[in-house]
């Protein structure tokens, strides 16, 4: 069965640095998302995208927060300067379509440490 | 503001027993539910989804009931394995770009 991928499985980095998180989607969806867990509590929605742009994001996606698709496959979010509180996992999901009956398949996730 | 929430943090049930986790959520305009279960290191999965103009929903093991009138989701599964212990969480789609809220999760605890 097709499944969305994350690399890596767990970041580390130090307060102030850029990381970029990166997702293949499953091949054939064309709707993709990042969301983030921080420790004990509930996923939360970070950013839509769809056609090489954002649809839609949260207020958690502020200026740190970036997304592309560099290429056919990758799916990259990147916080340009890290801040403590960006410690979580983070979820890329991917669905088919947008419109009801179209699930939303999600990877393993990347655990992100900042120190 | 709107939320999705679930009513109890934990859940043991004896294997072979049947399992009932239950959500309630406020915000009368999502018309699109999905339960997923997330194990221990891994991502949510996805376990099965139901329309609001729908009652219930069968899937393997799975039944999924929605009461609109007193905005209440709940996931039934059958003959509970110990591969089903794992935190459930029900989430509802908001806006047509398919962002969703996602509940803050019941733990499933299986007892062999």
């Known amino acids: 069965e097709p499944e969305v991928t994350q690399t890596p499985s767990h970041q580390v980095t130090q307060m102030g640095q850029e990381v970029i998180l990166r997702c293949v989607p499953i091949s054939n969806h064309l709707y993709f998302y990042w969301y983030r867990q921080i420790l004990g509590q509930k996923v939360e929605f970070l950013v839509s995208?769809?056609?090489?742009?954002?649809?839609?994001k949260s207020e958690i996606f502020d200026d740190q927060f970036s997304v592309e698709r560099p290429d056919g496959s990758n799916f990259t979010l990147k916080i340009r300067s890290t801040k403590l509180e960006d410690s979580a996992m983070y979820f890329c999901?991917?669905?088919?379509?947008?419109?009801?009956?179209?699930?939303?398949?999600f990877g393993d996730g990347t655990r992100l440490s900042i120190l | 503001g709107e939320s999705v929430g679930l009513h109890l943090p934990t859940l043991s049930v004896q294997e072979g027993d049947n399992s009932i986790i239950n959500c309630a959520y406020s915000n009368s305009a999502s018309d699109y539910f999905i339960w997923y279960k997330q194990e221990s290191g891994k991502g949510p999965q996805f376990i099965i989804d139901?329309?609001?103009?729908?009652d219930k929903r069968q899937g393997q093991r799975v039944t999924v009931l929605l009461n609109k009138t007193v905005k209440h989701l709940s996931l039934q599964i059958a003959a509970t394995q110990p591969g089903d212990s794992a935190v459930y969480f029900c989430?509802?789609?908001?806006?047509?770009?398919?962002?969703?809220?996602f509940g803050k999760g019941n733990q499933v605890v299986v007892i062999p």
């Open positions: 999901a991917s669905g088919a379509g947008r419109g009801l009956d179209q699930p939303q398949h």
């Open positions: 139901i329309r609001s103009n729908m």
């Open positions: 995208f769809y056609n090489n742009e954002i649809s839609e």
């Open positions: 989430a509802e789609n908001i806006g047509g770009n398919n962002r969703l809220a």
